[in-house]
């Protein structure tokens, strides 16, 4: 398997994109009193959707890399396009303490007592994963942080591993579908304008 990474190709960014949240549940209903129980099960993950407008040389080299993905077998580390961070985000975060899960992350690092150190809906990344903060957070006095998140840690990181929450926030992703080529419009060049679109799940074991 390999991972391709987006940003060496040069290629535009999508007309459109969108980002779903894909959660595993399980439910059961009593057939004696109506009850359900509900229960989470691993496996939650993104979901990302994207459409490109392409011409020519473009719109060849968009084809032959989602082609040279080969359907699932390969990876593509691929932006959360279009996406701001609020919080603050200062200092030099790094998970702290080993043997971490669930639905929050320790860090140390960060700036001391900053309020909305990290804003509710914020992305961040650490080993080839997107993680959406779900709450407003401050910093301490100490520059400690308990991000809360989803989805919920997978494989627990290495105490100090850096987190990425830069403006590009990047994940590793599989070809779920990739549609062919449309060829919608010839523009006045003669060049033929055409959409492509694919669509994308969180690599869970990335």
Sequence with gaps: MTTYTWSDYGLPNPA??????????????????????????AGARWQLRAEWVV??????????????????EHRLRLPMFGQSNRGA??????????SQAGYSLNVDGASFSVTNWARAGDLFTFDNAVRMVTADVDSTGGGLVTLPLWPPI????????????ASTINGVYFLVDFAEIEL???????????????????DVLA
Excluded: H
Aim: proline share 4%.
């Design 16 to 41: 459109k994109f969108a980002r779903a949240r894909i959660t595993n549940t399980a439910s059961m209903r009593s057939p004696l009193t109506g009850a359900i129980q509900t229960a989470e099960r």
């Design 89 to 98: 985000w200062s200092g030099t975060p790094l998970v702290a303490g080993a």
């Design 184 to 202: 919608d419009d010839v523009l006045a060049s003669g060049e033929l304008l055409s959409r492509v679109g694919a669509t994308f799940e969180d």
């Design 55 to 72: 011409t020519g040389a473009q719109r060849d080299a968009l084809e032959a890399l989602l082609t040279r993905l080969n359907g699932q």
């Design 154 to 165: 997978r494989t627990a990181p290495a105490d100090n591993t850096a987190l990425d929450f």
